[in-house]
């Protein structure tokens, strides 16, 4: 496989030095592996850490700024940061407000952030954890014990992050993370596996005219395989799952955030194309799209396919989505 890089030994910190180039705002530890917002410690306000395995650019990295994220670690392709990262993180970004978590729901993060949280906290510090897990697609997979936490992640580090940069409390600011989590549901679908440098070659097999239905972010299995279908049929299939497990909870009636996000490879033509499907079937269904998002925000390398995340949206979800926020991979407002 041709890949755009020195060796796979050296891709994570080579992609960490290319963000400290192209980014001057952020501080970035290639060696140790974490980022950091510069003015994370200013102001007073709780600081958000989040991280994961590289590979799902631009999360979590690229959301490190104004508004979102105080700091990321980022571990190596599809592998858990160790604790000493998000230790350090936390302290590099802790005011005396406290520092929130925001986990996805994979068995090695999860672990290793709450071995992070306790000794943060044996240092003094502060720490809640949100867990992430909206992927409706599966309960257990190959990485995780209960729900796989992905697209929502973005919506929690979003709308908790405009929070925190309004001063609220640790508590609330956490609060809402997890309101944003329990109004959230994704549905994933793979065109074709993606391939880590490590291995040089897909992650699983995907013949030719298959698709994927309910795919993990680390190419973990779904719900099952169909010959190809078109956009229409796919968007049917997505946000019927979505909406028809939120409404197990309450019916799906008023406005809602939409992502539709590109599993890494792609284009924007068919996932705007994609998009016009997902709107006419929400349309269909009597759901109003208060917000939307298109393009490739929760990647699995270079895996085609694509995901999607819908959130119920109050006044308030709304306003803190809207609020201003500036890293490299998201930025209105300011």
């Given at each position: 496989?041709?890949?755009?890089?020195?060796?796979?030994?050296?891709?994570?910190?080579?992609?960490?030095?290319?963000?400290?180039?192209?980014?001057?705002?952020?501080?970035?530890?290639?060696?140790?592996?974490?980022?950091?917002?510069?003015?994370?410690?200013?102001?007073?306000?709780?600081?958000?850490?989040?991280?994961?395995g590289s590979g799902h650019?631009?999360?979590?990295?690229?959301?490190?700024?104004?508004?979102?994220?105080?700091?990321?670690?980022?571990?190596?392709?599809?592998?858990?940061?160790?604790?000493?990262?998000?230790?350090?993180?936390?302290?590099?970004?802790?005011?005396?407000q406290g520092v929130l978590?925001?986990?996805?729901?994979?068995?090695?993060?999860?672990?290793?952030?709450?071995?992070?949280?306790?000794?943060?906290?044996?240092?003094?510090?502060?720490?809640?954890?949100?867990?992430?897990?909206?992927?409706?697609?599966?309960?257990?997979?190959?990485?995780?014990?209960?729900?796989?936490?992905?697209?929502?992640?973005?919506?929690?580090?979003?709308?908790?992050?405009?929070?925190?940069?309004?001063?609220?409390?640790?508590?609330?600011?956490?609060?809402?993370?997890?309101?944003?989590?329990?109004?959230?549901?994704?549905?994933?679908?793979?065109?074709?596996?993606?391939?880590?440098?490590?291995?040089?070659?897909?992650?699983?097999?995907?013949?030719?005219?298959?698709?994927?239905?309910?795919?993990?972010?680390?190419?973990?299995?779904?719900?099952?395989?169909?010959?190809?279908?078109?956009?229409?049929?796919?968007?049917?299939?997505?946000?019927?799952?979505?909406?028809?497990?939120?409404?197990?909870?309450?019916?799906?009636?008023?406005?809602?955030?939409?992502?539709?996000?590109?599993?890494?490879?792609?284009?924007?033509?068919?996932?705007?194309?994609?998009?016009?499907?997902?709107?006419?079937?929400?349309?269909?269904?009597?759901?109003p799209v208060a917000r939307?998002?298109?393009?490739?925000?929760?990647?699995?390398?270079?895996?085609?396919?694509?995901?999607?995340?819908?959130?119920?949206?109050?006044?308030?979800?709304?306003?803190?989505?809207?609020?201003?926020?500036?890293?490299?991979?998201?930025?209105?407002?300011?």
């Open positions: 496989m041709k890949m755009l890089i020195n060796s796979p030994q050296t891709v994570v910190a080579d992609a960490l030095r290319g963000l400290a180039a192209a980014h001057p705002e952020l501080d970035v530890d290639a060696e140790s592996r974490v980022v950091v917002r510069r003015d994370a410690r200013q102001g007073g306000r709780v600081g958000l850490v989040s991280g994961g650019e631009p999360l979590h990295a690229g959301f490190v700024g104004y508004g979102m994220l105080s700091a990321a670690c980022p571990g190596e392709v599809f592998t858990s940061p160790v604790p000493d990262q998000m230790v350090r993180a936390a302290k590099a970004v802790d005011s005396g978590f925001v986990v996805k729901n994979y068995t090695g993060d999860v672990l290793n952030f709450d071995m992070a949280a306790e000794l943060a906290e044996e240092d003094g510090i502060r720490v809640e954890r949100v867990l992430v897990n909206d992927d409706v697609a599966v309960t257990d997979s190959l990485y995780t014990a209960g729900r796989r936490g992905t697209g929502a992640t973005l919506f929690v580090e979003k709308i908790a992050g405009a929070a925190a940069e309004e001063g609220a409390p640790l508590e609330q600011v956490a609060a809402v993370a997890r309101r944003v989590n329990e109004a959230s549901g994704s549905f994933g679908v793979a065109l074709s596996a993606c391939t880590t440098p490590a291995k040089g070659s897909p992650t699983f097999d995907l013949p030719d005219g298959e698709l994927e239905l309910g795919i993990g972010i680390h190419g973990e299995p779904g719900r099952e395989r169909r010959p190809m279908m078109p956009a229409r049929e796919i968007a049917e299939v997505a946000v019927g799952s979505v909406l028809d497990d939120m409404a197990r909870a309450a019916p799906v009636d008023g406005p809602v955030l939409a992502l539709v996000n590109g599993m890494g490879a792609t284009p924007l033509l068919e996932l705007y194309g994609f998009h016009a499907e997902v709107a006419r079937v929400l349309t269909a269904r009597g759901v939307t998002l298109v393009g490739n925000y929760v990647t699995s390398l270079d895996m085609a396919g694509c995901s999607v995340t819908l959130c119920r949206a109050d006044e308030e979800l709304l306003r803190l989505w809207d609020a201003p926020v500036r890293t490299a991979a998201l930025r209105w407002g300011r």
